[in-house]
């Protein structure tokens, strides 16, 4: 599925954050998802989810990581493992891909395609337009 959520791209000093608002259509409504990274690293990226929807996962190319989910009634770890990470992602605007597998307890999930497109509203503001889809591969 496609999303359009209107948001914030913060720079600081030596990381660049998109922040956006969950709507129903994922499920997640009443959390604010922030994406992060490094300006050095970027093909290290975070996404962290507070609110009714709690999350932290870690996407780094061809690694595991060990992440924590929190759906409010039962929380649990999940493992991602990245396949792809595309950070076109600059003060300007740009784009993001992530290609993951997400496992809990060792079996196979789901595969996931998640595509943020970072737009410019007015001001030199940029915010996340189109943003994710999770689906089978």
Known sequence: FEMVANGFLVLM??????????????????????????????????????GSVSTALIFEEGKRHLCAYD???????????????????????????????????GAKAEQTQCVLEIRPLSEGRAAPEAVSAGKEL
């Open 71 to 105: 759906t409010g009634v039962v929380p649990f770890e999940l493992c991602v493992f990245t396949k792809s990470v595309k950070n076109r992602i600059t003060e300007a605007g740009g784009r993001l891909e992530l290609q993951y597998l997400v496992e809990i307890r």
């Open 13 to 50: 000093e030596d990381r660049i954050e998109v922040i956006y608002d969950e709507t129903e259509l994922t499920g997640m409504e009443g959390s604010t998802t922030t994406i992060s990274f490094s300006k050095d690293d970027p093909g290290v990226v975070t996404m962290l989810r507070c």
